[in-house]
């Protein structure tokens, strides 16, 4: 099993940048593929970004393609996503996800979850 949890939100202007961190615990979180998702109110939770067990592979949503960058750490267990540009569309509850499958763009494609952590752009 793996615990996680998310860091960084926070409030910041459009434009602005924030960089969210996810802190995991178990010997095991190499393996597994990671995810961010976000949820506004009143929206389904949507993807973000993904990457593989050993950070080769990610992937994009397109609305933040260009804009945001997934990476890992797994000597430290975290993974991150810095998130460049913000745009107030941007605003949102983000969550980390973990997978021991290929990482996927649906909710349903990952067993572990954080809390979350919210993220608000102002115009």
């Known amino acids: 099993q793996v615990q996680l949890v998310e860091s960084g939100g926070g409030l910041v202007q459009a434009g602005g940048s924030l960089r969210l961190s996810c802190a995991a615990s178990g010997r095991t979180f190499s393996t597994y593929a990671m995810a961010w998702f976000r949820q506004a109110p009143g929206k389904e939770r949507e993807f973000v970004t993904a990457i593989n067990w050993n950070g080769v592979s990610t992937y994009y949503a397109d609305s933040v393609k260009g804009r945001f960058t997934i990476s890992r750490d797994n000597a430290k267990n975290t993974v991150y996503l810095q998130m460049n540009s913000l745009r107030p569309e941007d605003t949102a509850h983000h969550y980390c996800?973990?997978?021991?499958?290929?990482?996927?763009?649906?909710?349903?494609?990952?067993?572990?979850w954080g809390q979350g952590t919210r993220v608000t752009v102002s115009s």
């Open positions: 996800a973990a997978t021991r499958l290929v990482f996927a763009t649906t909710p349903q494609g990952y067993n572990y």
